[in-house]
Antibody, heavy 119, light 111 residues
Framework: EVQLVESGGGLVQPGGSLRLPCVVSGFTFSTYWMTWVRQAPGKGLEWVAKINQDGSEKYYVDSVKGRFTISRGNAENSLYLQMNSLRAEDTAVYYC????????????WGKGTTVTVSS | QSALTQPRSVSGSPGQSVTISCTGTSSDVGGYNYVSWYQQYPGKAPKLMIYDVTKRPSGVPDRFSGSKSDNTASLTISGLQAEDEADYYCCSYEGNYRNYVFGTGTKVTVL
């Protein structure tokens, strides 16, 4: 069974940092693009970042550029999101998702992990 | 990188059809056939319903269909059922930044 499990969420003060891991199973992780999508409380989905199979290509939404870093460890079947200089507006549920092969859509999603930025 | 525009809500009675629009620009919806649609129940992860504008993943009922004209994509739910009551989001590839942009989301209510 294909599974994506996020963790690492929690309460962090403004200006703080947090690292979100997403551990995957049930498929060959190293052959897929991966992505992070977030959803602020009561709001819509927002695409955050994506990374290619070997980590050599990374793309970000403007609002997180320079603060967030997407990475992956193919040996550990894990995707990561390092979040620095956190702001209140980064408060959201963070989902990791897989892009279907050679495609432009997300076919499998994790259940999400909640990040709250507040003093 | 502005969100795609969707109506805030649509509603219909069981058995009726509803259509959700998703309006973007020539840099996203209008420029590529890479529009996907996701269904989301409260507190749950999104689920893929339509990809590449018109294609349906296995397991998704055929009452869900997608289309596109110029800069506007649409999701139609025919023969509305109670379990279709959820939030729906469109998503498009955006070529200028090689990013993705989601729609603002539409709540579907079954009367």
């Amino acid at each position: 069974e294909v599974q994506l499990v996020e963790s690492g969420g929690g309460l962090v003060q403004p200006g703080g940092s947090l690292r979100l891991p997403c551990v995957v199973s049930g498929f060959t992780f190293s052959t897929y693009w991966m992505t992070w999508v977030r959803q602020a409380p009561g709001k819509g989905l927002e695409w955050v970042a994506k990374i290619n199979q070997d980590g050599s290509e990374k793309y970000y939404v403007d609002s997180v550029k320079g603060r967030f870093t997407i990475s992956r460890g193919n040996a550990e079947n894990s995707l990561y999101l390092q979040m620095n200089s956190l702001r209140a507006e980064d408060t959201a549920v963070y989902y990791c998702a897989r892009y279907a092969r050679s495609s432009y859509y997300m076919d499998v999603w994790g259940k999400g992990t909640t990040v709250t930025v507040s003093s | 990188q502005s969100a795609l525009t969707q109506p805030r809500s649509v509603s219909g009675s069981p058995g009726q059809s509803v259509t959700i629009s998703c309006t973007g620009t020539s840099s996203d919806v209008g420029g590529y056939n890479y529009v996907s649609w996701y269904q989301q129940y409260p507190g749950k992860a999104p689920k893929l319903m339509i990809y590449d504008v018109t294609k349906r993943p296995s397991g998704v009922p055929d009452r869900f269909s997608g289309s596109k004209s110029d800069n506007t994509a649409s999701l139609t739910i025919s023969g509305l059922q109670a379990e279709d009551e959820a939030d729906y989001y469109c998503c498009s590839y955006e070529g200028n930044y090689r990013n993705y942009v989601f729609g603002t989301g539409t709540k579907v209510t079954v009367l």
